[in-house]
């Protein structure tokens, strides 16, 4: 697991970069297809973090959908409204920006990118959320990006038990 410092961007003290690796022993294409096109399933494998995937708009799988999440961070059951905005079959991506919900009353805008390589035997897992934060007092998304961990962990067990 590696954060990197804040980045500031193009000179905003707000807004800033934080990347979460995680390696995995699960298929990789399996994890990628699960975040570009069976979003749907993601709860039945991370019961701990995500509790419910719903389609809002937009078909699964195809750029522009725009899919519900409910979640548990930091102890609290939440919910965000995200559009997929672009998907790179080739390099293994997804990316995902936030529409509504619980974090964007702390972020202004915030884009995560999933993205599988194969490392070897394993695959590593790479969760980047570039943000732009509502006030100085917001914090940075450490705790975001445990939970990107953690879920990813899930997936792995799950699959590697099926």
Not at 43 to 52: A, E, G, H, I, R
Not at 105 to 111: A, C
Not at 135 to 156: G, Q
Request: charged fraction near 25%; glycine fraction near 6%.
């Amino acid at each position: 697991m590696y954060y990197p410092r804040t980045v500031e961007q193009e000179g905003n003290p707000l807004s800033g970069k934080r990347v979460a690796k995680v390696k995995i022993k699960s298929d990789g294409d399996v994890f990628h297809e699960l975040w570009k096109s069976l979003q749907l399933q993601i709860p039945s494998l991370t019961p701990t973090t995500f509790q419910n995937c719903q389609t809002l708009g937009g078909e699964v799988g195809i750029v522009g959908c725009v899919l519900l999440w409910n979640y548990f961070l930091d102890g609290k059951d939440c919910f965000g409204k995200t559009q997929i905005v672009d998907i790179d079959t080739e390099k293994k991506s997804v990316t995902y920006k936030l529409l509504d919900g619980d974090l964007a009353n702390l972020y202004e805008t915030l884009v995560v990118n999933i993205r599988v390589e194969a490392d070897g035997l394993d695959n590593v897992v790479t969760w980047t959320a570039e943000y732009e934060k509502l006030s100085p007092d917001v914090p940075d998304p450490d705790t975001l990006m445990d939970f990107y961990r953690k879920a990813t962990k899930e997936i792995e067990t799950r699959l590697l038990t099926k």
